[in-house]
């Protein structure tokens, strides 16, 4: 008789398994999960998608459990190898950015957010939205009582940044909850990829913890409402320009500093001496200012400096020629006394919301005639001390969206469209050559569409890995590349520039990032050549990050018009690789005989290619991976015999071939079927031969999974 088993208890461990999809031994945990329950209940079982259609799949095991006490103990045995999703150890983050040295005033605020932390817990969640205009120092305000509040929060601090350089790319909650989940200690490969799941994911694990969330810049109240929590030792603190409509919080609005408080915040930043000195202009400064933080901490070190002429107050009598802005007029004022190379460096880089400008970013803006690379690094880091641009944690830098837009109409006023245009297409064209050469290092293996890559040719990196590392760090610049490219109307060099992300897509997991400039790719090919392999591999991209997304239906059409781009163009590798990739995605669903028939369709392209092709090299390599995705579809449809065929015909080829891993990977597709069939000796030889390969690749992931796939053995066999 089967011991009984709680309904909620198995369709956990659906949930458990499906959020592991992120890795590929998820995906083959998910595979095998659909297999199981096909074998079980002797029909076609659609994969679930949400937690009703799980619960909706574990009663169908519980069904069959309660007539049929073989099937009972097979059932207890699956779930005992499946284990209970990750429950490693968490960390305690601390991601706040360093609080300013001088801080003054905000009393009130600092006391109202102390009353929202400390009010008694209701199971409401204790949320806070500190807003004001630029340069008031709303978000200082918010990480100065994170500093403050530290013994308040033993468990972390937990920080994002949501402007991104544009509305277009700024972070949804997913890939905040993604970071978020990563720095309180869950592997990368095992956050769920479906917004929701992470959702859920998040508030179990902070349900227990004293934590402070800090949403930085946030747009709206949809952007911010997954990412928070009722629980009860959980404070999140909101950072916006204006109330957010539909969120349920306190409002805490941050205004200018009084003239007191002005004058001592300038007095820290200049000095006792220089606030004397300046006299009557004091007043003047103050005025302007308009009790901005901004504007003091750029009007300070000037504060020495005033021309004689402006200290008898009242100026010119011309009126505030910036509107009552002071954040406006602390930026024209230092602007004004930059140097022309300076000055210029600021207008053209400015053209653009690049998240990070670097030096060899500069260059190619400042185009002939700028400077080198290291004079724009003194340049910038002088555009820094003149508070024009942010540092950046990496060392590179970002203006503030009221200071770059003060600089883009300089740009035009002074050094007009063509050549704003210029320096952005120079931009553009920079950062497509190094991601071109960078992309083509960190996967030197992969075909291409693009022209460059035959032009340039792999970037001179020490190795794959660090090939990786410099486009990862590169991304939001080059999503922004992508959308400047459409604006320019230069569609190739779009879906160039997507082309050369994938070797972050694929290794970096950066799906979410990537998906806008993905998207925009997918426009301009269309909307240039539909009928182009560009068309076909700019769908595939999109397909492929739609699918670790886990948003199969878009997938599943991308990837219909990505095979149909590819045989309107005669790309026989492509049209494969599309209709392989649609396979996968049948495996995914666990639609087994769709997914066989994709795979024997690939096939039959691949085995079109002649060999004089100039990837006819590739075949071998790519029908040995079909053979084995063959016999993983018909596991899935329960025939056994048949999918040992291929698998052991696959095994074979990627020992000829000495590909290790996915000879590993075959076996242990070969231990699955065994364990089907109740072949315990078996799948566990398979399993010791798959296991010591994977040891010596240190493939942790899939090591873990095996261990559950013979622990699933054994249990059944005793």
């Known amino acids: 008789m089967f011991e009984p088993v709680s309904l909620s208890a198995v369709a956990a461990v659906f949930g458990a398994v499906g959020a592991s999809v992120a890795s590929e031994a998820g995906k083959w945990a998910w595979e095998s999960a659909g297999a199981f329950v096909r074998r079980v209940t002797g029909r076609d079982v659609p994969a679930p998608t949400g937690a009703v259609e799980r619960a909706a799949v574990a009663q169908l095991l519980l069904d069959v459990a309660g007539s049929d006490p073989a099937q009972a103990r097979a059932i207890r045995a699956w779930l005992g190898g499946q284990g209970g999703g990750w429950s490693g150890p968490l960390a305690a983050p601390s991601l706040l950015p360093p609080s300013d040295r001088f801080f003054t005033d905000r009393r009130k605020v600092l006391a109202l957010l102390d009353k929202e932390a400390g009010r008694k817990t209701d199971g409401t969640p204790r949320v806070s939205v500190l807003y004001g205009p630029q340069g008031m120092g709303v978000s200082a305000a918010a990480v100065h009582w994170g500093a403050l509040q530290r013994k308040r929060f033993p468990d972390g601090q937990l920080y994002a940044d949501l402007s991104g350089g544009s509305p277009a790319t700024a972070p949804d909650a997913a890939a905040v909850l993604r970071q978020f989940l990563i720095h309180l200690g869950m592997p990368a490969d095992r956050v769920p990829p479906a917004a929701q799941d992470r959702v859920e994911r998040f508030r179990s694990l902070v349900a227990e913890r004293q934590l402070l969330v800090v949403l930085d810049h946030a747009r709206s109240a949809a952007q911010v409402r997954p990412l928070i929590t009722a629980a009860p030792g959980v404070v999140t603190v909101v950072v916006a ?315 599943e059409s991308c990837l219909v018009d ?80 048949r999918a040992r065929v291929w698998l052991t015909e696959a095994l074979s080829d990627f020992r000829r071939l000495h590909d290790n891993y996915n000879a590993a990977r075959t076996l242990t597709n070969l231990a699955e079927t065994w364990a089907d069939t109740s072949a315990t000796e078996e799948a566990l030889a398979a399993i010791d031969e798959a296991a010591a390969i994977l040891d010596r690749e240190q493939a942790e992931p899939h090591l873990r999974y095996l261990a559950g796939l013979r622990q699933q053995c054994l249990t059944e066999r005793d």
Not at 361 to 372: I, R
Not at 603 to 609: H, K
């Open 241 to 555: 320009r204006r109330p957010l409509t539909g969120l349920d919080a306190v409002p805490i609005p941050v205004g200018p500093l009084s003239d007191k408080d002005a004058r001592r915040l300038l007095t820290d930043l200049a000095g006792k001496e220089t606030v004397s000195a300046a006299g009557t202009a004091l007043a003047d400064v103050l005025e302007r200012c308009g009790g901005s933080p901004f504007a003091l901490r750029a009007a300070a070190p000037r504060l020495a400096f005033i021309p004689q002429q402006r200290r008898g107050g009242g100026g010119d009598g011309g009126g505030d020629p910036h509107g009552g802005d002071p954040v406006r007029a602390a930026v024209q004022e230092s602007y004004e006394v930059l140097e022309p190379e300076e000055a210029r460096l600021f207008r053209l880089c400015a053209l653009r919301p690049w998240p990070a400008v670097g030096p060899e970013l500069a260059v190619a803006v400042a185009g002939p005639g700028g400077p080198a690379v290291e004079r724009a690094g003194v340049l910038l880091a002088g555009l820094a001390e003149a508070g024009l641009v942010e540092a950046t944690p990496e060392g590179r830098y970002r203006y503030r969206p009221a200071v770059r837009r003060f600089a883009e109409e300089q740009a035009a006023r002074v050094d007009g469209l063509a050549a704003c245009a210029g320096a952005v297409t120079r931009a553009v064209e920079h950062l497509l050559r190094f991601a071109v050469r960078a992309d083509y290092a960190a996967l030197r293996e992969r075909w291409h569409v693009g022209p460059l890559y035959r032009e340039l040719g792999p970037g001179d990196y020490p190795d794959a890995g660090a090939a990786l590392a410099a486009l990862a760090a590169e991304v939001g610049n080059l999503v922004e590349a992508v959308l400047a490219a459409e604006e320019l109307a230069a569609p190739a060099t779009a879906c160039e520039l997507a082309e050369a992300s994938w070797a972050v897509q694929l290794k970096a997991g950066r799906h979410e990032v990537l998906l806008p400039a993905l998207r925009t790719a997918v426009r301009a090919a269309v909307a240039h050549d539909p009928d182009s392999a560009m068309a076909g591999r700019m769908h595939t991209q999109l397909a492929f990050a739609l699918m670790e997304l886990d948003l199969l239906a878009e997938a």
């Open 562 to 641: 990505a095979s149909s781009a590819f045989e309107r163009a005669g790309h026989l590798l492509g049209q494969a690789t599309a209709v392989e990739s649609l396979g996968l995605l049948r495996l995914r669903q666990w639609r087994w005989q769709p997914a066989y028939d994709c795979f024997e369709q690939a096939d039959g392209l691949l085995a079109s290619i002649g060999p004089d092709h100039e990837r006819a090299g590739d075949v071998p390599r790519a029908r040995a991976l079909l053979k084995r995705h063959r016999g993983r579809a018909l596991r899935g449809l329960a025939e056994y015999e």
